[in-house]
């Protein structure tokens, strides 16, 4: 049997490049963040066993860049216990996760271990998957043609969401997030949910996955935490294994629906990153490495000729400022975004969605004429009691001044009901609609 010709060169390249006598370095130096090494040669990503002598201890590190003749490196856990002459050992791969079915219902660390029921990463099956992935191609990606129900009534009816789409979720803290984020993993019609926390603290991850999530979404959803006690460099590992492990799924043919909280504490990992290897701050202090990230990372969601990952970012607002640097940046990536209000919050009407400050960019693409033009008179009334409601509130306003307004004041307590939704409510996509023809007027 002859062999084709391509194989026979690759494999010529896997010889050569496969490593026969392993070099191993040593520690010369600590600095913050940093462990800089001496007399290895490895790629940047690549990942390198740090081995303190005396011990069975062994702490990973990656390659992120290099100063002359040493070899800088950030560690993938605690650097406690290093010292000067530890051995250093690349690996000659980057980092990868181990994907497959048998993730489903389980929590994994920032490394994708799995941490829940203390289950040992070693000898776990699976299918070993990159981290580090790129895009797509755009040319060879599926249109996004058909509606994904959320099970949250205003966004379906009003900012309703495709199959592969990606939007933001931006609020300030404490506005309602993570509860949006549990009832859209529960109620939404995905195959399976990748859930990545980065960032979170400690005692809200068993918070969101006992409260938010329950065993109704956990049991189809993957879980990656990296909290934020974590090195820099695992909340960054964090953010790319959740979306590796949801491109994995869609390579299966799935529907898989990918959120996150927080990419603003992503983007806060990758400053420490680029000012712990010398990068100049740039904007509000975040280093060009940044924005560089971001659609590094938000690009690779989406549609594929294999499946879709519909994706969910939250974004956590400085002082509830919309247009702090990486709000606008993040804005700029998604296909829409979802506003959440701390006014609305207030008055107690949850999911707190500011829909007038909110847009979903494929609705008009993926929804019928008649559904846009109920979804446009439902706003233009809330704009309409937004413009008097000052005056309306202290009853300066005289009815039959404004018959726009006088509509506005007719219908408002119903729209408000109608955006109100209970967390342990679940409202299909057909539903909302029949609901949205209710409360709008015929014309």
Excluded at 15 to 43: H, N, S, Y
Excluded at 56 to 70: H, L, N, P, S, Y
Aim: aromatic share 6%; hydrophobic share 40%.
């Amino acid at each position: 049997m002859s062999l084709k010709k391509e194989h026979i060169a690759s494999w010529r390249s896997k010889v050569r490049e496969t490593r026969v006598v392993q070099a191993a370095g040593k520690v010369t130096r600590v600095i913050g963040l940093t462990v800089e090494v001496e007399g290895i040669k490895a790629r940047v990503g690549e990942v390198c066993s740090v081995n303190v002598p005396g011990s069975t201890k062994v702490i990973w590190a990656e390659v992120v860049g290099f100063q002359e003749d040493k070899t800088i490196m950030m560690p993938l856990g605690n650097l406690q216990g290093i010292y000067p002459e530890c051995t250093v050992i690349p690996t000659g791969r980057s980092f990868i996760v181990r994907a497959g079915d048998h993730l489903l219902g389980k929590i994994l660390d920032g490394l994708g271990n799995i941490v829940s029921e203390n289950v040992p990463a070693v000898g776990v099956p699976g299918v070993p998957y990159p981290v580090d992935n790129t895009p797509p191609n755009p040319l060879e990606r599926l249109p996004i043609s058909e509606v994904l129900s959320t099970g949250v009534r205003s966004i379906d009816s009003l900012l309703t969401c495709g199959k592969g789409q990606r939007i933001g979720i931006f609020a300030g803290s404490g506005v309602g997030k993570s509860t949006l984020l549990g009832m859209i993993s529960r109620y939404s019609e995905a195959d399976v949910n990748v859930i990545g926390l980065v960032g979170e603290r400690g005692r809200e991850v068993l918070d969101f996955i006992k409260n938010d999530l329950g065993e109704e979404g956990l049991s189809k959803s993957v879980v990656v935490c990296a909290t934020s006690d974590q090195p820099a460099l695992v909340r960054l590992k964090g953010a790319f294994a959740a979306t590796a492990l949801a491109e994995y799924f869609r390579d299966q043919g799935k529907n898989v629906l990918l959120l996150m909280d927080s990419v603003t504490r992503f983007a806060t990992a990758q400053r420490e990153v680029g000012l712990a290897v010398g990068e100049p701050p740039a904007t509000k202090g975040y280093t060009p490495s940044v924005f560089a990230a971001l659609p590094r990372l938000l690009e690779r969601s989406g549609t594929s000729a294999e499946g879709t990952i519909t994706a969910f970012y939250t974004v956590l607002v400085d002082g509830d400022d919309m247009n702090e640097p990486i709000a606008d940046a993040v804005r700029g990536i998604l296909d829409g975004h979802i506003v959440l209000s701390r006014d609305l919050a207030s008055r107690h009407q949850y999911p707190a969605i500011d829909v007038l400050n909110s847009i979903s960019r494929l609705m008009p693409g993926i929804t019928e004429q008649k559904h846009q033009q109920k979804a446009a008179k439902i706003k233009e009334l809330l704009s309409d009691y937004k413009q008097s409601e000052d005056l309306i509130n202290i009853g300066a306003y005289s009815s039959g001044s404004n018959p726009r307004v006088d509509e506005a004041i007719k219908h408002y307590d119903s729209i408000i009901k109608f955006l109100k939704q209970d967390v342990n409510e679940r409202s299909s996509y057909e539903n909302a609609l029949k609901q949205l023809e209710n409360i709008v007027p015929r014309r």
